[in-house]
Every structure is written in structure tokens, then in C-alpha cells.
């Protein structure tokens, strides 16, 4: 079963539009990292969250952790053509009884219409 | 610089070929990373490396040799490989490996290789 999951898997939007990705976790969550991911190419890392009620912000993209840490989102303000791409949410799943493995969730495909 | 290296960009081999993907890193990190990502869907971990010991081998067919010469290099070997080992494999690495929740253990990623298994 995928442990994380986002929303909405797709979406397009009109530039200058603002926006927002989910990411839920049946889990508590811990160390939620977000990458983007250009099509066919490697992920670039975003930011990380660690404490529940934390917020991060990059240029125009805000990612927060919410209080019971089982769900994090994406905001990105005035959306621009080079916000395009595959957005990743990843967290760490026990990998059997040592060590931690990150996990990534199911992706969210954005389009930017100019 | 936060900069994984991994070459070749592109390769297309046949099932009897023997070929290997190179990946290196000079940010002095101790833990490096392959994943395979099918189209739309996400990396799947295949193998981790940390302090050039295999750490961890998520059941990957032994058609996929990993190797770790040195603390800047990982390689994957790959033989009699099949049409549907077709993906692209990515490489990261982080400063540790460990607890995922920790920042010292952000894992950063390459550009990946297009492998086409025909």
C-alpha cells in the first residue's frame, strides 16, 4: 500500500496563479522532504521539514508540516512557467528494525500555462 | 555545490550486453544511493552504500551488481538485463546515512541515466 500520497495527482494552472500540493501520510511524520523533478531528469531538493507546525520558504514556494504531523503542503505563489515539473514529498519509512529508508509519494505533475 | 554526477546520460543495451552506470560525487559524503524510477511513478531505493559498505539491498535481481571503489564513486554493473529493467536510475548521495529525518542526512540527487533494455 503507498504510504504517502498526494494531491492532486495533476494539475495545470495559469501563471501568475497561486497554488497548493498536498501530501498525506497514514503515518506520524518525520524529517518531509519536498523535491522537484523536471521530466526524465533527477529531483532537486526543496526543503525539509522536521517539527510539526513548521513552515519553510523558499523564493515563492512556502511548504508546512501541520500540528499532527501526518500531512505537509506546497504553496507556490504566482505560479511561473519554470515552476513546471514533478513535485516529490518523501519521508522516512522504518526499513525493517534498523535504519531509515526515504520513501517518496505518488507525485503531482504541474503545468504552467503562460 | 551540491553536484551528483552520473554518466552516461542516455544508454540503450541489448539483454546479452554487459555495461555498467557511473556515478560520482565530491561534496565528501559518506552514503550514496541508486534508484530506479519507472515512468510516472516515484524512485524506488535499489541499493545504499555508506562509508563504501552496502548498507542496504532491497532484493534487486543479481543482474545489478552495485560497487562502491571509493567514497566519491559508485557504479552499477548490469548484465543480462531485461526489457523491463527499462527506467531511469538515479544516484544521490548525503553527508550520512542514517535517520532520514535528520538534515544532516538530506540526500542529494543526479541528473540520472535512460536506460533502454532491448
Redesign the interface.
Known amino acids: 500500500s503507498q504510504e504517502l500520497e498526494q494531491s492532486p495527482q495533476s494539475l495545470i494552472v495559469q501563471e501568475g496563479k497561486n497554488l497548493t500540493i498536498n501530501c498525506t501520510s497514514s503515518k506520524t511524520l ?2 518531509l ?1 519536498w ?1 522537484k523533478q523536471k521530466y ?6 526543496l526543503m ?1 521539514l ?1 517539527k510539526g507546525g513548521e513552515e519553510k520558504s523558499h523564493e515563492k514556494i512556502t511548504a508546512k508540516l501541520d500540528e499532527k504531523k501526518q500531512q505537509s503542503s506546497l504553496h507556490i505563489t504566482a505560479s511561473q512557467p519554470s515552476h513546471a515539473g514533478i513535485y ?1 514529498c518523501g ?2 519509512i522504518k ?1 525493517k528494525s534498523s ?9 503531482t505533475r504541474l503545468a504552467v500555462r503562460p | 555545490d551540491t553536484e551528483v554526477t552520473q554518466t552516461p546520460k542516455h544508454l540503450v543495451m541489448g539483454m546479452t550486453n554487459k555495461k555498467s552506470l557511473k556515478c560520482e560525487q565530491h561534496m565528501g559524503h559518506r552514503a550514496m544511493y541508486w534508484y530506479k524510477q519507472k515512468a510516472k511513478k516515484p524512485p524506488e531505493l535499489m541499493f545504499v552504500y555508506s562509508y563504501e559498505k552496502l548498507s542496504i539491498n532491497e532484493s534487486v535481481p543479481s543482474r545489478f551488481s552495485p560497487e562502491c571503489p571509493n567514497s566519491s564513486l559508485l557504479n552499477l554493473h548490469l548484465h543480462a538485463l531485461q526489457p523491463e529493467d527499462s527506467a531511469l536510475y538515479l544516484c544521490a548521495s548525503s553527508p550520512t546515512e542514517g535517520q532520514v529525518k535528520l538534515a544532516k542526512n538530506i540526500q542529494y540527487f543526479g541528473a540520472g541515466t535512460r536506460l533502454s533494455v532491448l
Do not use: C, N, S, V
Open positions: 518525520y524529517g522532504y523535491y526524465g531528469e533527477g529531483l532537486i531538493f525539509m522536521q516529490l519521508a522516512d526499513w535504519g531509515d529508508k526515504l520513501t517518496f509519494g505518488t507525485g
